[in-house]
């Protein structure tokens, strides 16, 4: 069983950054592939990014160049550093874990209770 918790959203203004942290506990948690999803309002949950434990990296078009998605498997904790936001970034933001990491939300195992990230015009 692998525990997640998401921290650092908040409300911001377009052209800001923010990181987003997601702290993982449990057993083999470093192991897992990782990976953010995003929910906006009254929209299906859709991929950001993920990271294998060996450290490739996945973006969606939408945010590569913009995001980047790293992790301390020392610290057992995953990070979504986000630059240049947008109106259209305002989303809850969750973190995910699975045997690997992908986009298809389908494959992770366990998720995070999400954190809100808002960005205003």
């Known amino acids: 069983q692998v525990q997640l918790v998401e921290s650092g959203g908040g409300l911001v203004q377009a052209g800001d950054s923010l990181r987003l942290s997601c702290a993982a506990s449990g057993r083999a948690s470093s192991k897992y592939g990782m990976g953010w999803f995003r929910q906006a309002p009254g929209k299906e949950r859709e991929f950001v990014a993920a990271i294998s434990r060996s450290s490739p990296t996945y973006y969606a078009d939408s945010v590569k160049g913009r995001f980047t998605i790293s992790r301390d498997n020392a610290k057992n904790t995953m990070y979504l550093q986000m630059n240049s936001l947008k109106p259209e970034d305002t989303a809850v933001y969750y973190c995910?874990?699975?045997?690997?990491?992908?986009?298809?939300?389908?494959?992770?195992?366990?998720w995070g209770q999400g954190t809100q990230v808002t960005v205003s015009s």
């Open positions: 995910a874990a699975g045997d690997i990491a992908a986009r298809q939300e389908a494959l992770y195992d366990y």
